[in-house]
């Protein structure tokens, strides 16, 4: 499976991006799909996951009740809507794919796209 994320970009704090990921090769109804995202000089981290249908989706506690994670199977595209931006969001923002629900940790993902960068000005 091959990623792709995009969408990223500079925004105030308050203002909004939508990130998409476009994936392509195997079939991608049958991962569960990932963001992660990594600031300069700390750990990847956990953003935000949705099953393999998106009917079950969760989201990491920095980021809870500020974005929303959504799927389209039809376009083989996940996205990450992200509201109400803060400076500590800055970061390079990564999608990535595998098999099991409940993984949460940037180690146990199988495939990876190349990152999309998301500043936030104060």
């Known amino acids: 499976v091959q990623l792709q994320a995009y969408g990223g970009g500079l925004v105030q704090a308050g203002g909004f991006l939508r990130l998409s990921c476009a994936a392509s090769g195997g079939t991608f109804s049958r991962n569960v799909m990932e963001w992660f995202r990594q600031a300069p000089g700390k750990e990847r981290e956990f953003v935000a996951g949705?099953?393999?249908?998106?009917?079950?989706?969760k989201y990491g506690d920095s980021v809870k009740g500020r974005v929303t994670i959504s799927r389209d199977n039809a376009r083989n595209t996940v996205y990450l809507q992200m509201n109400s931006l803060k400076p500590e969001d800055t970061a390079v923002y990564y999608c990535?794919?595998?098999?099991?629900?409940?993984?949460?940790?940037?180690?146990?993902?199988?495939?990876w796209g190349k990152g999309t960068l998301v500043t936030v000005s104060s």
């Open positions: 990535a794919a595998n098999r099991d629900w409940g993984n949460y940790e940037a180690r146990n993902m199988d495939y």
């Open positions: 949705i099953g393999w249908r998106g009917q079950s989706t």
